[in-house]
């Protein structure tokens, strides 16, 4: 098999870790949703999740105010407001209202649910070491709320530059995980 260079730069394309996600927040009065697909899973129990946000994002100044947030879990049929909210700020745009979205009232954070996600993980920030140098927030996920109407939820997964793939067959191999 003949392999060619790949980019340094698009490394990320080929590892990206899971689902494309929305992240809400809520600061002074105002909520926000920032889209994200830099995350990872870093602890089982308690679930703890590792993510980059940028801080020139609106939502880096909530989160890093108030210390809390709600990572909501979207479906492909969500896809074009998941980019859309990616592709314009907080700073200037109510995106709950320009993408039609409903706010749902969390039961442990301030910031709110999107209700039309599969699933949504209320936090808590639990490690702010690595924040000032890369911009990588580790959350605790403290409730955790999911739609068990949707049987086969097809999540959305960034490849970079407008590319998406979504997820599709289930397979079941032996495992000793519990």
């Not at 909530?62 to 879990?73: K, P």
């Not at 070491?129 to 999911?146: D, G, H, R, S």
Request: include cysteine.
């Amino acid at each position: 098999m003949l392999k060619t260079p790949f980019p340094l730069s698009e490394v990320y394309r080929l590892l990206e870790p899971g689902p494309v996600v929305m992240v809400t927040t809520a600061c002074k009065g105002r909520t926000n949703i920032m889209t994200m697909s830099w995350h990872t899973m870093i602890e089982f129990e308690p679930p703890l999740v590792g993510c980059v946000i940028s801080n020139r994002n609106y939502s880096f100044g909530n989160l890093e105010s108030t210390g809390e947030c709600v990572i909501n879990i979207p479906t492909v049929d969500l896809a074009k407001k998941v980019v859309g909210c990616g592709n314009c700020s907080g700073r200037k745009v109510d995106k709950f209202k320009k993408y039609n979205l409903t706010p749902v009232s969390a039961s442990c954070v301030k910031a709110p649910l999107i209700d039309e996600c599969y699933a949504n993980l209320e936090c808590k920030i639990v490690d702010r070491k690595l924040v000032a140098k890369y911009n990588f927030f580790i959350l605790e996920a403290i409730t955790a709320w999911i739609d068990k109407s949707q049987k086969n939820p097809q999540t959305i997964h960034h490849q970079g530059k407008g590319t998406f793939r979504v997820d599709g067959e289930t397979i079941k191999l032996p495992s000793k995980m519990k």
